[in-house]
């Protein structure tokens, strides 16, 4: 199925059925609560493979049907991450409509946890935009089904930068295959975001000698990072034109769109944000036909979920590392048989992940 960002002439009066994310998702939970103010958003695409973990993301929607269709698509987006790295979980995703700097407190997290714990496991959230470490740990309170928690409270504690690693060794990856080495010295990189992800992706390629210019809606975060990593700034939204060999979306989604793609100069793209095609199959067709190089995003990013998930299985930090970096040969697996089978990268990661859904289910039906 194709998803395509929201538009305003894409609202229907069917709340759910109606939105063209939807794919099929087993359970929508709206949740509301007056006294907290909480109003959140739980996406169960799948789970097939498993529970359906994902983050929850705290932020200010421009309406609640951007909220419900950015729960939708990511929710989708992390079955196919747990599919393609091999977890046996399915996807989900939870959204809370506010102003996380603002509005987030601890009541408000129990509450959301009490909304996590009345699905009995269904669904397990963890950390994402607009949330932290000690969030999970106040969630943990009211829930057993949450990852992401301190390593003092005995869990792996911030999967920023092991999703950071993940990137870096799809990044790598995609070096290889469109210049023949993945060595990235020298290579200019337009790193847009410099979160949690994005700081740590930053340290990655500039030690190891790429000229970096990093962008953010955060002038101050701009400045910092500038002068610890020695990196370029650019303001503003018109930077797809730069002249640059990489560029990496580590913000929100929907980056490659029908008003960047064609000022694209970078021949690879590989970043830590979900969703970065705003239509998988268009804009997918549309960089292949461009010769540009992208990793699929929920392949590369799926560093975070890997971390979250050794919680669950009890396995360590070692583990944790060797998994990630198999990243790296995933992602030349699926340029070769994006090659063999004349089709884009997205799908041949999507075909990968869905036929091992598939199999399962058809196990499980016997």
């Known amino acids: 199925m194709t998803t395509t960002i929201l538009e305003a002439k894409d609202l229907k009066n069917d709340p759910v059925f109606g939105q063209n994310s939807f794919d099929g998702h087993e359970q929508i939970v709206f949740c509301n609560d007056e006294d907290t103010g909480l109003k959140a958003i739980i996406g169960v695409h799948n789970t097939v493979l498993g529970p ?64 996590v714990d009345s699905l ?44 950071a690693y993940g990137v870096y060794m799809g990044m790598k990856a995609a070096a290889k295959h469109q210049f023949g080495t993945d060595d990235l010295a020298g290579k200019k990189v337009l790193l847009q975001g410099v979160g949690h992800v994005g700081e740590t992706l930053l340290k990655h390629i500039t030690d190891e000698g790429a000229q970096v210019i990093i962008n953010d809606i955060n002038e101050a975060r701009l400045e910092e990072l500038s002068k610890k990593y ?8 018109d930077i797809y034109g730069l002249d640059v060999d990489i560029y990496a979306p580590c913000a929100l989604g929907a980056t490659i769109n029908d008003a960047t793609i064609n000022q694209l100069k970078a021949t690879v793209i590989a970043g830590a944000a979900n969703n970065q095609l705003a239509d998988e199959v268009k804009h997918g067709r549309l960089l292949r036909e461009k010769g540009i190089a992208y990793a699929p995003d929920f392949l590369i990013n799926a560093g975070g979920i890997i971390n979250v998930y050794a919680e669950l299985e009890g396995y360590g930090k070692n583990e944790i590392i060797k998994k990630t970096e198999n990243i790296y040969h995933t992602t030349l697996a699926i340029f070769k048989q994006s090659e063999v089978e004349n089709t884009t990268t997205h799908k041949a990661a999507l075909d990968i992940a869905q036929e091992r859904i598939n199999t399962r289910k058809k196990e499980l039906n016997n």
């Open 52 to 115: 359906a973990l994902g983050g929850t993301r705290m932020w200010t929607y421009q309406s609640e049907w951007h909220a419900l269709n950015d729960v939708l698509r990511l929710s989708r987006g992390m079955t196919f991450k747990a599919a393609i790295t091999g977890l046996n979980l399915g996807g989900g995703k939870a959204v809370i409509i506010g102003d996380a700097k603002t509005q987030k407190n601890d009541d408000l997290m129990r509450r959301f946890g009490q909304f």
């Open 230 to 237: 020695n990196a370029s700034v650019i303001l503003g939204n």
């Open 120 to 163: 009995s496991g269904k669904y397990i959230t963890a950390e994402d935009v607009g949330m932290e470490t000690s969030d999970m740990d106040v969630i943990r309170e009211v829930t057993p089904h949450v990852t992401g928690i301190s390593e003092s409270k005995g869990g792996a504690g911030n999967p920023s930068p092991i999703t």
